[in-house]
């Protein structure tokens, strides 16, 4: 057979793959289906030689212990069915929603701040409304339990409440789990634990991060580096999405889905490792910006494309790409960028 | 995109600011970040190819959900998409190259998030804005009650000749109106700026609203010594049309 018959079989790609992905969300007007197509094509051999090594090592358990071996399998993703168990145990969010039974419809029960449910419905309707599972009339209706998972979280966390960012978080969890209660304890897990103080009203560990961010460009890519300088651009004006969210609708889903394994498995430093490699594939591109615009127009189209559209390779070079990237330095970046932005800020 | 004239932002006027902040005062004062203050000599070309003889920095502030994106938007692609909009998380920019009396004037407009806490990130960026247009949401009380601390922001980050303008959006739903045309305009005048109401779903006064301030800052920037001032209300109260079309 020819190669062309063979990638095109009879019909169109539009109609086999349909116009809403798995996920619930409608596929853009200008959606290359050829190209998905083709794309998992290959991607479905991953994932089902995945998902079979996955169900040997699972085999009716219905916990996995960390070890290297489940770190490598976690790198290499997680099957979507197996997605809840592993973020779940990976991130300690079970065991929190088994020492705490009822702790969740404890806290739909009680009395809510006005001011933070308020806050809340403002972004109800602004929160995925290009997904089919959001809309006020979907059933079962994401958008009445995004709701609750985020007042319950509010309630939970008074000193963090809602801010902006949370809402797609929760829809992403709500979308994996289908359950309110595992969506409100890997919130907890991220907000509380995995993440620094990204949400809390004076941002520290955003800002933070943002500054760490700018430290290891400078070590690892200074040609990069020198061009914000020269442009004077802040790194908050072209990388604070890309923390608050998490990458949700930065990078293509199943890419985030696939950075979200391995944040939930080995925690933040994830995060580091996306935007490095994102800025070091395209640091010749960024180079030659002549403009700050210029600077946000490129950091906005290196976030689209094949090479993040190929999760898994793009999941590789995470790894390799931007070089080493140790838990000691991260940390001690962490701790001179916060004193510095204290002491600015004060 | 290389195709581009270099253009000089502050950068070359405060080359010690770093992007990560290090050096200066402050984060806000060292990193407020260049942004196209741009006054070429000669045409230069915007980001989508388009030649303009000046360019502006315009910012919209207000509470979250009083319409900023859904204003900018329709003013930008001339649409609106009732429920096509996610929140803004952080601060973006479009640009919009507008004809001003033979001018090109490019209006380099940035949103931002609405939400209290992201104005520690966003209000570096007041600092070198020409114009900023201040929102709040004609259903929503609270939004309209929290002008007052926002124009105290302004006051307090942005350069003392910032061109304000206050608005009243979403001026078309009658029924959930909770905020009367005169009790913003009795707002403007007691802080000296001029207002207008508008509809990122109707189309009222968004053009207008954007023309004006270009106007003004297009006025001021070539102005002749003996030109009288632009009267930004004069031509506001002039062009605008209030909601039902005729005033009462």
């Not at chain 2, 919009?96 to 931002?112: C, E, G, M």
Request: glycine share 6%; charged share 25%.
């Amino acid at each position: 057979m020819e190669k062309s018959s063979r990638s095109q079989p009879d019909g169109r790609a539009k109609d086999r793959v349909g116009s809403v992905d798995p996920y619930g969300f409608e596929r853009s007007e200008d959606f290359d289906y050829e190209s998905y197509e083709e794309l998992m094509s290959e991607y479905l051999v991953v994932l089902t030689r995945r998902s079979i090594k996955w169900s040997k090592l699972l085999k009716g358990k219905s916990k996995v212990h960390k070890n290297v071996k489940v770190k490598r399998y976690v790198r290499k993703g997680v099957p979507n069915e197996h997605r809840a168990l592993i973020w779940m145990t990976a991130s300690g969010a079970q065991d929190q929603l088994e020492k705490n039974p009822n702790y969740y419809q404890s806290l739909l029960g009680a009395q809510h701040d006005p001011k933070l449910v308020e806050t809340i419905r403002t972004d109800l309707n602004r929160t995925f409304p290009d997904n089919i599972n959001f809309r006020k009339t979907s059933s079962p209706c994401m958008q009445k339990s995004l709701y609750n998972v985020l007042r319950a979280y509010g309630h939970h966390n008074p000193s963090v409440g809602y801010c902006q960012g949370m809402n797609f978080i929760a829809g992403y969890l709500l979308i994996i789990t289908k359950d309110e209660e595992k969506s409100f304890w890997l919130m907890d897990a991220l907000i509380g634990r995995i993440l620094p103080d990204y949400y809390s009203p004076a941002m520290l560990g955003l800002k933070t991060d943002q500054e760490v961010l700018g430290e290891l460009v400078r070590l690892k890519l200074p040609g990069v580096w020198q061009t914000m300088v020269d442009h004077n651009v802040m790194w908050t004006l072209v990388v604070s999405r890309w923390f608050i969210c998490l990458y949700i609708d930065i990078l293509p889903v199943e890419t985030v889905l696939r950075i979200w394994d391995c944040l939930f498995y080995e925690g933040s430093k994830i995060l580091f490792r996306v935007a490095l490699t994102l800025i070091h594939h395209h640091q010749a591109q960024i180079q030659q910006a002549q403009s700050l615009p210029d600077i946000c127009q490129i950091f906005k189209q290196i976030t689209h494309g094949p090479f993040v559209d190929e999760c898994h390779i793009f999941m590789q070079k995470i790894f390799t790409e931007p070089g080493s990237l140790s838990m000691t330095t991260l940390a001690k970046l962490r701790e001179t960028c916060r004193a510095r932005i204290i002491a600015e800020e004060s | 995109m290389s195709r581009k004239k270099a253009v000089k932002g502050r950068s070359s006027r405060s080359p010690k600011a770093s992007p990560s902040g290090r050096t200066g005062k402050g984060l806000s004062a060292a990193a407020a970040p260049s942004s196209g203050l741009v006054y070429p000599s000669r045409p230069s070309i915007s980001n989508s190819g388009e030649f303009y003889d000046m360019a502006f920095k315009v910012m919209l502030v207000g509470d979250s959900g009083v319409g900023k994106t859904c204003l900018l938007v329709r003013f930008k692609d001339g649409a609106f998409l009732a429920g096509s909009f996610i929140s803004t998380v952080g601060i973006d920019f479009r640009n919009k190259v507008l004809s001003i009396d033979a001018v090109k004037v490019k209006l380099q407009i940035w949103d931002t998030a609405g939400q209290e806490r992201f104005r520690s990130v966003t209000h570096a960026y007041y600092r070198d804005a020409h114009a900023l247009l201040l929102l709040y949401d004609v259903t929503n009380k609270a939004s309209f009650d929290n002008i007052r601390a926002w124009l105290t922001e302004i006051h307090e980050y942005a350069q003392q000749d910032v061109v304000v303008m206050l608005l009243g959006n979403k001026a078309d739903s009658t029924h959930d109106r909770a905020v009367k045309r005169e009790e913003g305009e009795k707002l403007a005048k007691e802080f000296g700026v001029p207002f207008m109401e508008t509809s990122a779903k109707s189309g009222l006064n968004v053009e207008l609203s954007f023309t004006a301030v270009a106007k003004e800052l297009k006025h001021r920037t070539m102005k002749e010594p003996d030109e009288p001032k632009f009267q930004l209300q004069e031509y506001v109260d002039k062009e605008m049309r209030t909601v039902g079309c005729c005033r009462s």
